[in-house]
């Protein structure tokens, strides 16, 4: 079943949103020293602007690393965005692995606060793409 142009531009909306909501809560837990939540927010505020583009592109998947290589076919290989875009998503999802599944992983605040500029320029970089391409 296709979702209608509204419920898609809702769900857009919505995602865009929660985006931005992980981005204030990173400040929050950078404040906290709360590294490991940190690093998970950070990756799901760019999960949540790239799931909104698929969205917006008629792309559905349950897998995150599918959505990374959909992102990655149709925007980084043709050059809509730059590499550096793609390389910062990569890392963000490999960071969140670590965060989440190894209890021994150590972060430090200086890293992961270039890590969140960079999810900063993710999110600003994504969020122009949606509203640049074509309305939905």
Not at 19 to 27: F, G, I, R
Request: charged letters at 25%; hydrophobic letters at 40%.
């Amino acid at each position: 079943m296709s979702l209608s142009v509204e419920s898609r531009r809702n769900i857009i909306k919505h995602l865009i949103m929660k985006a931005h909501k992980a981005e204030q809560d990173v400040k929050l837990l950078l404040k906290s020293d709360s590294f490991v939540s940190a690093t998970n927010r950070m990756y799901y505020g760019i999960f949540y602007i790239i799931s909104a583009l698929a969205v917006k592109n008629e792309f559905s998947t349950s897998k995150h690393s599918q959505l990374i290589g959909w992102f990655n076919k149709n925007f980084v290989r043709y050059s809509k965005v730059e590499p550096k875009i793609g390389r910062i998503i990569h890392n963000a999802f490999d960071q969140r692995q670590e965060a989440d599944y190894n209890p021994l992983s150590n972060f430090q605040y200086d890293d992961l606060f270039e890590d969140f500029k960079n999810m900063q320029e993710v999110i600003r970089v994504v969020e122009k793409l949606i509203n640049e391409e074509k309305s939905t």
